[in-house]
Every structure is written in structure tokens, then in C-alpha cells.
């Protein structure tokens, strides 16, 4: 058997692709069992059975650390361990290069053809037992390499020492590291496909992220969290539309900070919510980008570890444990999930093996100039499928409820914030990335194919049709869509002067004729809060007492409104300044009764929405809403009624958005009787002048506004009432 010395100065010099070619023990007819090992910490290295006892050293035939050497009396394989010394140090190992592949020919043909959808449970580092050895299975496509090894501080970061195997055409290298387990750290270094040695990179599949500075992936595998929410996972509905969702959206690392400024961790963060949400009476928990991120000015909208919990605030166990905790008190979990792009950074995808492999290389294609990130290449089979196998591991194994994707619109259109001659047409000439298109659709029948009862949302800002509409009705798939065109316009309508409000009362109104057309989401979320646009309190007009009670006013009309709804953290008490990632909300200012007054009111919000099906029931269903008078410009006054299914009571929302005590105001109402008023923005519990009806109107016969019936009622100024008819009287 030759062992020519290019193959053996190939292992010393980090170029060998084909490691197990040279490496390990073979059987010769001739010359009988030998075994090659490469050991540069080593001054001897001996053969020893399993138990350690020794059988035959091997004889170092290179000066930097080549050993070989035949075993005497032996003819086959057999199990082996190398016992090796230097100086006063000995040690015993196993040798990486006895063990047979990782991975079978079931997972190398499934990813060949980009159809493992949840190839997150192959690729990656996995502690297992192989042969009854414990250690670590890694495996990482790099189709283009000539050589990938694993480093770290077990092999003293040396990319020499455990080159990997290549599984065939699918461009997979995987290596069983025998002694690597849980929470040790390492990288992949990468031949490049000219040669080139490239900068060490992070695990694309890794589950876990060494903490901030550190850029190295640690191995940990599929979370060991003993999940006991059973009854919620096997009791979510498979339809929200006509659930209520009410959406608390955070930014985990400025929510609330320890009192040294230090970030929550994930056990920490998960007890103030579960304590928080329930008492806001919040259905669900949304979290600003989760997956590991360089950079945490960029909030998490630029990841690179899109199996990886940021460890930031803890284990991936502990995110488990966490989101474990909100669903045992009724908490939905969302999280935002990014597929649209990347950053470049060294360590993470971009030209992960020498060449644009995650990524398209013609930046017409690749680059997004508006965040300086790289965007995925969606027709590539490979990468659509570690994209969908992401979707899947965060709501499977993670037991999240929901993603947020972000960012859709920009995967939609190929010329997005791009200028004539800088994109490139699709086949057809246009302008629709339909690879990107593709990819969505598959995504939303896959999840709701692995994990019946999660929902998929889109941040998608354009009228590109049917995007909550199902796939096999030509939609994208998603469940819901953000309403931007509602957040945009009834901001602007409530930034304006209340003088001036009669001017642009279709900004209030015009939002109703599209109410239906997609499944929508209100959303006010963290972009509405920074870069300028100030605090949601800080875009109301007029005095401080104006501000709070138009701010009241607002909360109530988007929650009498036709949606789901979504409110950034802060918001719900009326948070004075912008929102700052590198500090706590200001929660000293409850002690104020007009920021304890906002928060309450939201509360209260939140139960209505959630205890009475005609304020959710028919979110995305025309049936479910009804102008009562929705042209009273002149008076600022909009009133319309929210419908359930049959039989259950409609609820009358009223809003003035005038500064102004309307009296003797007369409103049309669908049946006679009295009506109590369940709610009112202007409740002295709320901080407002508690102007209304002393609990109740009564409507009679008398006819209004195409109602059946009317009631003459006072409304308070700035201000939203809800009424409920009074079965008793």
C-alpha cells in the first residue's frame, strides 16, 4: 500500500480534500492492518486496544508529526485508540479517522436535491455515540472546497489536524470528533475553491452561538428542554381569523435591564413577561429578531446564525424553557424571522466557501444597498431549503407559535429600492423575483404541513395581491399581513391638528375599503418609535392633556377596528422619548397617573377585545364591520358597529376625535334599548376628564344613519366609547 509523500505533505500542509484516503487504519493483502495518523503535539503515539492497553507504537516518518506503522499479527479492522506523548505528557484518544460516515444515503441524496426539511437535525454539530464512542457529528455543505476542517480549542484552532470527509455530489464534508461534546467551541476553516485560505467561519446549521465578542458557533445540537406544553401545542387553533390576537411586540434587550444595565437572560426575561402580558392581557408575546446577529445596532434584522437563539441572553435551553413558561400561562410566541438578506461579515455566510454560495455573486442580484447586506439566492435548491429548514426548527423543535418575516417586499419585486439598469429582469422579463415567490409559498405549505397550528405573518408594504391568500388560491400562503397602509395613514390623520382633522378624514376611512382584501395585522410597531418619528405620545397634538387623551382616542379606535393588533413595547404607556436599543423602557414614568392611566386603558383594551367575539370573531370578514356614519367630517366623529357570528352581541364604537364635548349627539344604533358603555377613553381611570353617560344610553325606535334605531348620547372629547347592549334593561 503506497503512501506517497504529496499525500502526506498535502496532510501537513492543510490542502488533503480526501483525508480518510490516508488517515486511519487500512488492510493491506500484503502488508496487513497499518495505521496513519497526523499528531504534530505528539512526540510518540502508540496503538492501544479499547481498555488502553498498549499494542504496537507508530513510527513518525515526518518531522511534523506524520505517523504510520504496521500492527503486527493483525490482518482486519479493529477498534482501536492512540495512546501519545510529549515530554512528561501522556494522553489517550480516539482516532476521528476509524469511524465510518455521519450522515446516510438517504440525508446525502435529500440534500443533494435541497429536500431536507429538517436537515438542521444532520447539518451542524451533534453530541451523539457512534460505535459506542461519545462525541460530536459535524457536518456543513461547502460544495466548492477543496478542504474543510473543524477547529477549535481542542485541536488548538489547527485546520490540519481534523479535515473532514466529502459525501459526493452533494457538496456535504462531515467528521465524528470523538471527546467533543456540549458547549465546546468551534469553527470551520475552508480551502477555498482556488486554494485560498479563507477567514474561519461560524457554523451556517449551528443551534448555539459563543457569546459577543466571540464569533464561534458551540455545539449543542437539538435542545434538551423537557417541553410540558402539550395541552397548548395540541390546542392551537388551525385558524386564527377569527381568534383575537393581540400582539406585545419587544426588543428583549432594551424591554427592561438588570439594575447593573446588563441584558435579562432568557429565564429572567420569560418570568417578568409571563407576570406582565398576563395582567396587560396580551394574547402573544412577538419578539424583534432572535436569531444570532453580529451586530446589535442592526436590532437582530441581520442575522447569520439562523439556527442559533442569540446568546445574548442565555442557552438555547433556555430560550426553550422560556417560551415553555409564557405558553403554560396562555402567551403566544412569535418571533421575527429574516430571509430576505445577510450581512457580510467574515465569520458568517458570505462566500462561505471561496465562492457567492448562499448569495447571488452579481450584486444586481446579491447586494441590498439600503442595509449594505447580501441577499439569498432563492433559486438555489440548497439554500431555500436551509431557509425552510430554519422556519421549521424554530416552530417544531423551539415550539414557537408564529414567524414574522420580514422584509417581504423586498424578496418580491427584483428592482426594490433599485434604480432602471440596476436589477436584473426575471425570465419572463419582469420584475417579480419568482424564485423568491417560490420560496415563500413553499415555505408557508411546509409549516403548515410540520407544524399544524403555527402561523406565518408578512411585513409586506406593497399591493402585491393575495399574500394571506392560500397557495393553492394563487396567494403566497401567508396566515396574515401587516397593514401598513392603515398604520401610515391614520398616523398622519392623528399627527394633524384636530382643526384640521375635518381635512383629511379619509386617512381614518379610506383604510375600511381594503379592510378585507388580505388577513391584516394593525401594526404599531418599533419603526414607528425611532429614526426621528418620535414616541407614539410624542406624535399627538396639543397640550400634555391633549396628547394622552388624542393617544387614548387612537388605542381605542384600533382596537374597535377590524384587524389583529400589534403595539411596540413602551407604547402601551405612553413612553415620552423614542426608543433607544441600548436602554430600558422608562418604566419610573407609571408612577405618573396619566402614563399608569395609558397602560391601564390598554389593559382593559385588551380584555374587551378578548372577551367579546364582535370585536374579533370577524377580523378579516366584511361581514364583521358596519359604518353607522363614517362621513362626519365636519364634527370629527366616526361610529360604526362590530359584528360576531350569529348570536353573538354586535358592540357599537364610537370615536370623536375633536376636542370637544359632543352633546346631545344623536347616533344610529341597530336595535332599541339600552346600550351599556363598556368602555370610555376618557374614564377618569384613564387619565381622561370622565366625561359620558353615566354607564348607559338608551336607543329608541326613532331611526338614524340607516339604523333601525338611534340614541342620543354625550361624547366625551378626544375620545372612544365602546357600547354593548343591555340584556337586563
Request: aromatic residues 12%.
Amino acid at each position: 500500500m503506497d503512501f506517497s509523500g504529496d499525500q502526506i505533505e498535502a496532510i501537513l500542509r492543510g490542502r488533503h480534500g480526501d483525508p480518510f484516503s490516508i488517515l486511519g487504519m487500512f488492510v493491506d493483502a500484503q502488508e496487513g492492518v497499518i495505521v496513519n495518523v497526523f499528531a504534530p503535539d505528539a512526540a510518540e503515539v502508540i496503538v492501544t486496544d479499547p481498555q488502553g492497553h498498549d499494542i504496537t507504537p507508530l513510527e513518525r516518518i515526518h518531522a511534523e508529526g506524520f505517523f504510520s506503522g504496521r500492527v503486527p499479527g493483525r490482518t482486519e479492522r479493529f477498534d482501536y485508540r492512540l495512546r501519545l506523548r510529549a515530554g512528561d505528557h501522556e494522553w489517550l484518544r480516539d482516532d476521528p479517522y476509524r469511524f465510518g460516515p455521519v450522515l446516510g444515503e438517504m440525508d446525502e441524496y435529500l440534500l443533494a436535491e435541497g429536500l431536507h426539511e429538517e436537515l438542521y437535525a444532520k447539518l451542524g454539530a451533534h453530541p451523539m455515540i457512534l460505535a459506542g464512542n461519545d462525541g460530536t457529528g459535524f457536518a456543513v455543505w461547502a460544495p466548492n472546497a477543496r478542504r474543510v476542517s473543524v477547529v477549535g480549542g481542542f485541536n488548538s484552532w489547527d485546520g490540519r489536524r481534523n479535515p473532514m470527509r466529502r459525501r459526493g455530489a452533494s457538496g456535504v464534508w462531515e467528521l465524528f470528533i470523538p471527546d467533543i461534546g456540549r458547549g465546546d467551541i468551534y469553527k470551520y476553516e475552508i480551502l477555498g475553491v482556488h486554494g485560498q485560505l479563507l477567514p474561519q467561519k461560524a457554523d451556517p446549521v449551528g443551534t448555539r452561538a459563543e457569546p459577543s465578542p466571540g464569533t464561534a458557533s458551540v455545539v449543542e445540537g437539538r435542545t434538551r428542554h423537557i417541553w410540558r406544553d402539550g395541552g397548548w401545542m395540541k390546542g392551537r387553533p388551525a385558524d386564527l381569523r377569527g381568534k383575537p390576537v393581540s400582539i406585545y411586540e419587544v426588543h428583549p434587550g432594551s424591554w427592561r435591564r438588570g439594575s447593573d444595565g446588563a441584558f435579562l437572560d432568557y429565564e429572567e426575561m420569560g418570568a417578568l413577561l409571563v407576570e406582565y402580558l398576563t395582567e396587560m392581557n396580551f394574547t402573544h408575546v412577538e419578539f424583534l429578531p432572535l436569531t444570532e446577529h453580529p451586530f446589535s445596532g442592526s436590532w437582530g434584522y441581520q442575522p447569520i446564525g439562523m439556527f442559533a437563539p442569540t446568546a445574548r441572553f442565555g442557552t438555547p435551553d433556555q430560550f426553550a424553557q422560556m417560551v415553555d413558561r409564557l405558553h403554560g400561562v396562555g402567551i403566544g410566541v412569535i418571533i421575527d424571522w429574516v430571509p430576505a438578506h445577510f450581512p457580510s461579515d467574515a465569520h458568517g455566510l458570505a462566500q462561505f466557501d471561496g465562492t457567492a454560495l448562499y448569495e447571488h455573486a452579481d450584486p444586481r442580484q446579491g447586494f441590498h444597498r439600503d442595509w449594505n447586506t447580501l441577499i439569498y439566492n432563492f433559486g438555489r435548491r440548497e439554500v431555500a431549503n436551509f431557509l425552510r429548514a430554519s422556519a421549521v426548527y424554530w416552530l417544531k423543535d423551539l415550539h414557537v407559535d408564529a414567524l414574522r418575516v420580514d422584509a417581504v417586499a423586498s424578496m418580491l419585486y427584483l428592482d426594490y429600492s433599485r434604480e432602471a439598469g440596476e436589477w436584473i429582469p426575471n425570465a419572463a422579463g419582469g420584475r417579480e423575483n419568482l424564485e423568491a415567490i417560490d420560496f415563500l409559498k413553499r415555505t408557508n405549505e411546509l409549516v403548515k404541513q410540520e407544524t399544524p397550528g403555527a402561523a406565518m405573518i408578512a411585513e409586506e408594504s406593497t399591493a402585491f395581491p393575495g399574500v394571506s391568500r392560500p397557495v393553492d388560491e394563487g396567494g403566497l400562503g401567508f396566515d396574515f399581513k401587516w397593514n401598513m397602509g392603515w398604520m401610515h395613514d391614520s398616523l398622519k390623520y392623528m399627527a394633524e391638528d384636530p382643526i384640521n382633522r375635518k381635512y383629511h378624514h379619509e386617512k381614518m376611512t379610506f383604510g375600511l375599503i381594503y379592510a378585507f382584501s388580505e388577513n391584516f395585522v394593525l401594526p404599531i410597531s418599533h419603526d414607528e418609535v425611532v429614526h426621528g418619528k418620535g414616541s407614539m405620545l410624542g406624535k399627538m397634538p396639543g397640550d400634555r392633556w391633549q396628547k394622552f387623551a388624542n393617544l387614548r382616542a387612537y388605542y381605542g379606535w384600533m382596537w374597535g377596528h377590524p384587524g389583529k393588533k400589534l403595539l411596540f413595547m413602551g407604547s402601551e404607556f405612553g413612553q415620552e422619548r423614542e426608543w433607544n436599543h441600548d436602554q430600558s423602557l422608562d418604566w419610573h414614568l407609571l408612577d405618573d397617573p396619566a402614563h399608569e392611566g395609558v397602560r391601564r386603558l390598554v389593559a382593559d383594551l385588551n380584555a374587551l377585545y378578548r372577551n367579546h367575539g364582535a370585536l374579533h370573531e370577524r377580523d378579516c370578514d366584511p361581514a364583521g364591520f358596519q359604518w353607522i356614519d363614517g362621513g362626519n367630517a365636519q364634527d370629527n366623529v366616526f361610529s360604526f358597529i362590530r359584528h360576531g357570528h350569529d348570536g353573538t352581541d354586535p358592540i357599537v364604537v364610537v370615536c370623536n376625535m375633536a376636542p370637544v364635548v359632543r352633546e346631545s349627539f344623536r347616533i344610529g344604533m341597530p336595535y332599541s334599548g339600552r346600550w351599556r358603555e363598556v368602555l370610555n377613553t376618557d374614564a377618569a381611570d384613564y387619565g381622561g376628564s370622565n366625561v359620558g353617560n353615566g354607564g348607559s344610553v338608551v336607543a329608541t325606535d326613532e331611526g338614524a344613519h340607516g339604523q333601525p334605531a338611534s340614541a342620543i348620547m354625550t361624547i366625551p372629547p378626544l375620545a372612544t366609547m365602546f357600547l354593548i347592549r343591555d340584556e337586563t334593561g
